[in-house]
């Protein structure tokens, strides 16, 4: 999501709010915690303070709204899934916050249906998708053909295995040391440095003059 603190619409997370069962004083009593328009000149319709204690579990829970409405695309008839193993569970999106990956067939119908659930999501939440940020995957023997199709419907260019999602790699076939090196790379870096802090001054000085 584009800036999601800043833009989360003040309307749609209240209707939010009541349809978790909160109480209008409660509600009332959260805009005085997380605004400052009962004491400031400008009036403001949206956005979430950054650091606020309270800020991020509100995004949370606006948020919410997007995960459900993908799960309803699972009773369309027409609407066609990432293909899953008939014993596993079917799932089209894996959320974290603001980090979220949609998983979908690749036929015009069913990529229609889920851009619609996005544009919708954006029209009442006030939260926009950052496209600049966003990239499709395929499987390496699908035709040149579909990503060509799927960057029109889109609007989003087309990435390749493996990425990274949450600190991890995504991947699909064998498992290769290629795919963890970075964060081998990271894990011995932070090693280092908690090694350097128990280092004694005669240490730290070796260790400055081989350095520099």
């Known amino acids: 999501m584009a800036k999601a603190y800043d833009r989360v619409s003040w309307i749609f997370l209240t209707k939010v709010l009541r349809k978790f069962g909160f109480s209008e004083r409660m509600i009332n009593m959260i805009w005085r915690l997380t605004s ?3 004491y400031s000149f400008f009036q403001s319709s949206r956005g979430l303070k950054q650091g606020g204690p309270l800020s991020p579990t509100l995004f949370i829970i606006a948020a919410k709204v997007l995960p459900r409405g993908l799960n309803k695309l699972q009773e369309d008839g027409e609407y066609r899934g990432y293909g899953m193993p008939k014993w596993s569970s079917n799932i089209n999106h894996l959320s974290y916050v603001d980090d ?5 067939s690749r036929d015009k119908k069913s990529v229609q249906k889920m851009m619609k659930v996005l544009a ?3 029209q009442v ?5 950052n496209k600049n940020k966003c990239f499709f995957y395929l499987h390496e023997k699908a035709p040149i053909v579909s990503g060509q199709r799927l960057r029109r419907w889109t609007g989003i260019q087309q990435g390749h ?3 990274t999602y949450l600190g991890c790699p995504v991947f699909y076939g064998r498992k290769k040391i290629s ?7 990271k894990i011995n870096k932070r090693v280092m440095c908690w090694q350097n802090k ?3 001054y005669g240490g730290r000085q070796i260790l400055v003059a081989h350095v520099l």
């Not at 979220?100 to 979908?104: E, R, S, V």
């Not at 939440?125 to 998708?129: A, K």
């Open 179 to 185: 795919h963890f090196e970075y964060i081998l790379a």
């Open 100 to 104: 979220t990956i949609l998983f979908c």
């Open 36 to 38: 400052n328009n009962w």
């Open 120 to 122: 919708n999501y954006e």
């Open 161 to 163: 295995f493996p990425f």
């Open 198 to 200: 128990f280092l004694s």
């Open 125 to 129: 939440s006030g939260q926009m998708i």
